[in-house]
T-cell receptor, first 110, second 114 residues
Framework: GQQVMQIPQYQHVQEGEDFTTYCNSS?????IQWYKQRPGGHPVFLIQ?????EVKKQKRLTFQFGEAKKNSSLHITATQTTDVGTYFC??????????FGTGTKLQVIP | KAGVTQTPRYLIKTRGQQVTLSCSPI?????VSWYQQTPGQGLQFLFE???????NKGNFPGRFSGRQFSNSRSEMNVSTLELGDSALYLC?????????????FGPGTRLTVL
């Protein structure tokens, strides 16, 4: 079945440093979504990418969908303490159910 | 619009007991999915319901079951609880059951099995 892996599993960064998490699927995806879960909270939708090679930005966050639609990345520029949390990608291929990635837990050291 | 609500928020049970968790989706949403979240396993998909029908099921034993009512509210049941069932159970609602639909998560039910 479809598998979605994320790396790294954990990342500690100094406040102000950049951060990137990568999402890799075993199959071609029709779309990919990104969610953020704050400590003690629940996943909250951030963005969806649909097109091959698509790049979308939300303030300091840049999301990219690979050309082959099998990988994606989330890059945060100049991290802040408010960026702390676990970032999940979630992909689906056609009519398959959404599969969540393993998540990357981000810690920002002030 | 009110968000997804889950009850109860916290639950403590002992091994062998059974438990029922409830989820009320966002008004107008017809799809409800359930996930189990543990520190070591991330978000594990349990099942998805749409229009009172189970559309997809994850790799969980038959002790885990669910249902959806005509008003889209959903319940999940876990029978014969085991210590390993301790987890945060999240439900998520979406407008339809299309893979591209955004999922809106509830706050979760924290289940502790002693």
């Amino acid at each position: 079945g479809q598998q979605v892996m994320q790396i790294p599993q954990y990342q500690h960064v100094q406040e102000g440093e950049d951060f990137t998490t990568y999402c890799n699927s075993s199959t071609t995806l029709s779309n990919i979504q990104w969610y953020k879960q704050r400590p003690g909270g629940h996943p909250v939708f951030l963005i969806q990418l649909v097109k091959s090679g698509e790049v979308k930005k939300q303030k300091r966050l840049t999301f990219q969908f690979g050309e082959a639609k099998k990988n994606s990345s989330l890059h945060i520029t100049a991290t802040q303490t408010t960026d702390v949390g676990t970032y999940f990608c979630a992909g689906s291929g056609g009519y398959q159910k959404v599969t969540f990635g393993t998540g990357t837990k981000l810690q920002v050291i002030p | 619009k009110a968000g997804v609500t889950q009850t109860p928020r916290y639950l403590i049970k002992t091994r062998g007991q059974q438990v029922t968790l409830s989820c009320s989706p966002i008004s107008g949403h017809r799809s409800v999915s359930w996930y189990q979240q543990t520190p070591g396993q991330g978000l594990q998909f349990l099942f998805e319901y749409f229009s009172e029908t189970q559309r997809n099921k994850g790799n969980f034993p038959g002790r885990f079951s669910g249902r959806q009512f005509s008003n889209s509210r959903s319940e999940m049941n876990v029978s014969t609880l085991e210590l390993g069932d301790s987890a945060l159970y999240l439900c998520a609602s979406s407008l339809e059951a299309r893979p591209a639909d955004t999922q809106y998560f509830g706050p979760g039910t924290r289940l502790t099995v002693l």
